[in-house]
């Protein structure tokens, strides 16, 4: 069931997201990718709300989270997504251009799952997001939610 | 009564012999000598009481008879038989030492014992006179004070031995001086020049008991002299004794004392038990500005200020129990207003009820310390500013490293992912020129994302809070030796590790220091064949501190920039000889420094190169092989 369900990256970088994207592809997964650009956007998503109140239903099978976003932050997200007592299932992986030990503390926690920095060198990024994206959608296995089950927030 | 009769004339001593028979039994023992040198012999066995002495002898004549009697035996009276008619001969025994005579033949037994009696009476008296004389003058003599006897015109008629010596006079000239001439007796000059009587400035002195005036010697030397005189009473006419002494040592004392009191740079006073001054030096005057006069004419505790009262008080009660004071601090005022601080030490004199005390200005140095003291508080004000400015920087700079680790990072790694999927995507289109472009810009992008994490870690090392532990180095080179293991597989490298100390450091950032100074000797020694590394320990250590070295005989470098070698991104070889960055050796540099460390390189071009550092070795009671590793300071990492 879990080769259907969604990968988000949530990243205000579209060049970023590009890269991700051709990363992911480059693993031939067959996980629908959804990419958002920034933390509002993501907990909107999650939530169902403003343009996602008719999303299709599911947790994504991962969330890759920028932290550096204009708007909402990706430690903000990640606070609200592991405080959450049914969201907080859903893998989360930070993914961050930096590697700052107060993000990285802060990061661990608020109940990252992984933390990534992104490699400068494209063949390392590559190697980073097939990782973390295989290990999280294909081979991980998560508890059996239904999104449904949340009243609406 | 023992009589001793010298007659040599049987019928005379006979005739007197008859007469005493009349006298009470046992009122006379009669003995009789008839010649001089028997007599003597007689008197010195016998002791009489009375010798009756005729002059014409058989062995001595005339008065040369009692004469030599009265030298051999002075204690005994003698009186002389005379002849009828010979009175004026009898006057001249009498005056030359006889207690009396007797007439022969005119006497009956009654005016015998009679002139007897009053003979041994007299002499009696005259012996306790010449006694008492003689102990009075024996107490004159002895006396170091000069004593003289004058009479009313002052004229000296008596003088002691230490007048003498006083006045530097033999007593034969010192009768004829004048007490006027001897000593500066006030007044005495003009009344003798008016040859008027001096009694009456005799007199005058006589009434003040002791004056002090100045003597003067023989040879006209004046020296300061106490007198007193007075009159003796009965004396006609009137006479006075004199009193003299000389006060030369005492003078001397005195105004050495005063010298000194009056020298003081300190403030010096007798202070008595009323609550006033007594007595105060001149430093009073220079410190305080009042007169002594302003000063003694009322209390001292009103020139002393009025916060400082209350203690002030409580010390003074404490020195009328007869405490000693030290180190008492308090502000007197001065007549301009102003208050000057004191430092006191005070004996007191119960007994006479005063106060003997001296005090040193300290007003100047009550100033430096108040000066001091504003100082530093300000400096401390300022230190604190600093602190807190530096806080301020420090968190700035590390938001500012935040961000460029953050918005210069992404840049590069979208040039190097777009190249690199620009490769992938014209892959076998481009041709090699192009294709040599690339990789470029990608080796480009990713020398420049390097530089940035090296200066991000260079700038955290400063900021980061070391834990000093003590670390086993011995375990730390080969940790690190380990981690070079990719970059020294296919070399041949001697390596000559010497056994290390531990020391006091942070294990985390100390293994940087040895991975950048190992690392940099494999990496300049990546062109020798065979390369020798050696790391161990020089001494002696400067400080007390382990002096460690890292040598290689790889490139080396010209000593001539040795200078250049610690700085920031200051490379003496091109990155086509050996790649670095140039920031390795600040880091280490800075490292070392922050351990309270040194670090310094000797090299030669083509040579080799030796890398110093300096740590604080582990104190031998904390040292010990269990002690010497640390627990990792990073944190847990996916």
């Not at chain 2, 005799?202 to 100045?214: G, K, M, N, T, Y």
């Not at chain 2, 375990?475 to 070079?484: A, D, K, M, N, Y």
Request: glycine share 6%; charged share 30%; net charge negative.
């Amino acid at each position: 069931m879990s080769s259907l369900r969604r990968i988000l990256i949530v990243d205000d970088s579209p060049r970023d997201t590009e890269m991700a994207l051709e990363a992911l592809s480059s693993y031939k997964l067959v996980n629908e990718i959804v990419c958002l650009r920034d933390g509002a956007e993501a907990l909107d998503y999650i939530y169902h709300r403003e343009q996602f109140a008719s999303r299709p239903e599911g947790l994504p099978a991962v969330i890759l989270l920028d932290l550096k976003m204009p708007r909402v932050d990706g430690l903000e997200v990640l606070r609200q997504i592991k405080s959450d007592p049914v969201m907080k299932a859903i893998p989360v992986v930070v993914m961050t251009s930096s590697r700052e030990e107060q993000d990285l503390v802060r990061s661990y926690e608020l109940g990252v799952n992984s933390y990534v920095v992104k490699p400068v060198n494209f063949k390392e990024f590559v190697e980073a997001i097939k990782l973390v994206g295989a290990f999280w959608a294909v081979l991980n296995e998560p508890p059996l939610i239904k999104d449904e089950a949340i009243p609406p927030v | 009564m023992k009589l001793l009769l010298v007659e040599d004339n049987p019928a005379e001593a006979r005739i007197i012999r008859e007469l005493l028979k009349e006298a009470p039994p046992g009122a006379v023992e009669l003995h009789v000598a008839n010649r001089l040198s028997a007599a003597l012999d007689e008197i010195r066995q016998d002791r009489p009481d009375i010798v009756m002495l005729d002059l014409g002898l058989p062995d001595s004549q005339g008065l040369a008879t009692l004469q030599r009697a009265l030298a051999a035996f002075p204690m005994v009276p003698f009186v002389v038989l005379t002849g009828l008619n010979d009175e004026n001969f009898a006057f001249e025994a009498v005056r030359a030492g006889a207690q009396d005579y007797l007439v022969k033949g005119r006497s009956d037994c009654d005016g015998l014992i009679r002139t007897a009696h009053y003979a041994i009476e007299r002499h009696r008296n005259r012996r306790e006179l010449e006694e008492s004389d003689s102990r009075k003058s024996a107490i004159l003599e002895s006396v170091l004070d000069a004593i003289l006897v004058c009479d009313g015109q002052g004229r000296i008629i008596e003088a002691n031995p230490a007048a003498l010596r006083v006045f530097g006079q033999t007593a034969e000239n010192i009768v004829e001086k004048k007490l006027a001439e001897l000593v500066d007796l006030p007044g005495a000059t003009e009344r003798a020049a008016k040859a008027q009587d001096i009694a009456p400035v005799i007199e005058a002195i006589e009434s003040r008991q002791r004056v002090e005036l100045a003597g003067r010697r023989y040879d006209g030397r004046e020296f300061p002299a106490e007198l007193a005189i007075s009159r003796i009473a009965k004396a006609v006419p009137p006479a006075f004794t004199c009193w003299i002494c000389d006060i030369t040592g005492r003078k001397q004392a005195e105004s050495e004392r005063d010298r000194f009191f009056t020298l003081s740079l300190d403030l010096l006073c007798i202070a008595s038990a009323d609550g006033y001054f007594h007595r105060l030096n001149p430093a009073f005057e220079r410190t305080l500005g009042f007169t002594v006069d302003e000063l003694l004419a009322r209390p001292f505790m009103d020139f002393v200020h009025p916060d400082d009262r209350p203690a002030t008080l409580a010390v003074v009660a404490s020195l009328a129990k007869g405490e000693k004071l030290v180190n008492f601090e308090n502000r007197y005022r001065c007549k301009d207003g102003s208050y000057r601080w004191l430092l006191w030490t005070c004996v007191p004199d119960p007994r006479e009820g005063l106060l003997y005390a001296s005090a040193h200005d300290i007003t100047e140095r009550r100033n430096n310390e108040a000066e001091i003291r504003e100082l530093n508080a300000s400096l401390e004000r300022r230190v604190e500013e600093r602190t807190e400015q530096l806080a301020l920087a420090n968190k700035e700079l590390e938001s500012f490293s935040y961000s460029v680790s953050h918005d210069l990072r992404a840049p590069l790694r979208h040039i190097h992912g777009y190249v690199e999927m620009l490769t992938t995507a014209t892959e076998g289109q481009l041709a090699d020129k192009p294709r040599r472009y690339l990789k470029i810009i990608a080796d480009a992008s990713q020398e420049m994302g390097r530089l940035i994490d090296d200066l991000l870690a260079f700038s955290r090392m400063s900021r980061v809070d070391l834990q000093e532990k003590p670390c086993g180095l011995d375990g730390l080179v080969q940790e690190t030796i380990r981690s070079l293991e990719m970059a020294t597989k296919d070399r041949k490298i001697d390596w000559k590790i010497a056994p290390l100390p531990a020391v006091l450091g942070d294990a985390a950032t100390l293994r940087q220091v040895l991975a950048n100074l190992i690392g940099n000797a494999v990496k300049y020694t990546a062109k020798r064949e065979r390369a020798v590394i050696e790391i161990g320990r020089a001494d002696p250590g400067d400080n007390g501190c382990a002096t460690l070295f890292v040598r290689d005989n790889g490139a080396g470098f010209d000593m001539k920039y040795v200078k250049k070698l610690f700085g920031v991104f200051q490379r003496l070889h091109r990155s086509d000889e050996f790649e670095g960055t140039g920031i390795g050796l600040a880091t280490v540099q800075r490292i070392i420094a922050r351990h309270g460390g040194r670090v310094w390189a000797e090299g030669e071009a083509g040579v080799g190169a030796t890398f110093y550092f300096t740590l604080k070795p582990v104190p031998s009671t904390a040292a010990g092989p269990a002690s010497a590793r640390p627990a990792d300071q990073s944190t847990a990492r996916p």
